[in-house]
Nanobody
Framework: QVQLVESGGGLVQPGGSLRLSCAAA????????IGWIRQAPGKEREAIVC????????GYADSVKGRFTVSRDIANHAVYLQINNLKPEDTAVYYC??????????????????WGQGTQVSVSS
C-alpha cells in the first residue's frame, strides 16, 4: 500500500522558519519525483515545489522562490521542505505527493496520483 506522511507543521510567527518532512510507507521515496502542494483556506491547491528522482532537479513556483528549499535525505528516505521567512499568506495545509514515476526532471503540478494527509502550517503573530 502506498502511503505518504507529512510532518513538521505548526504555528509560527511571521519571519519564522519550519522544516516539513515527507516520509513514505510501502515504497522507497528516493526513486521517485516528489511534489509539494499547499491549500490555503478557501483557495485552490497551489503547486509550489518539486524534486526529481534520486536527487534530481528542483522546481519552485515563483511565489516561494528564495524562501523555500526542497531536499532529499537519502539515508532516511525522506524529503524535506525548508521554509524560511514565513508570511501570513503561507498559512495552508501542505501536502507531499507523487505519481511513483522515476523522472529526474520534475514538474510543478497538482495532479498527482498519491497524496499524504497534509500538515497544517499557520503563520500568525
Amino acid at each position: 500500500q502506498v502511503q505518504l506522511v507529512e510532518s513538521g507543521g505548526g504555528l509560527v510567527q511571521p519571519g519564522g522558519s519550519l522544516r516539513l518532512s515527507c516520509a513514505a510507507a510501502g515504497f522507497t521515496l528516493d526513486y521517485y519525483a516528489i511534489g509539494w502542494i499547499r491549500q490555503a483556506p478557501g483557495k485552490e491547491r497551489e503547486a509550489i515545489v518539486c524534486i526529481g528522482s534520486n536527487d534530481g532537479n528542483r522546481g519552485y513556483a515563483d511565489s516561494v522562490k528564495g524562501r523555500f528549499t526542497v531536499s532529499r535525505d537519502i539515508a532516511n528516505h525522506a524529503v524535506y521542505l525548508q521554509i524560511n521567512n514565513l508570511k501570513p499568506e503561507d498559512t495552508a495545509v501542505y501536502y507531499c505527493a507523487t505519481d511513483l514515476v522515476i523522472e529526474r526532471m520534475c514538474h510543478i503540478k497538482t495532479d498527482y496520483s498519491y497524496w499524504g494527509q497534509g500538515t497544517q502550517v499557520s503563520v500568525s503573530s
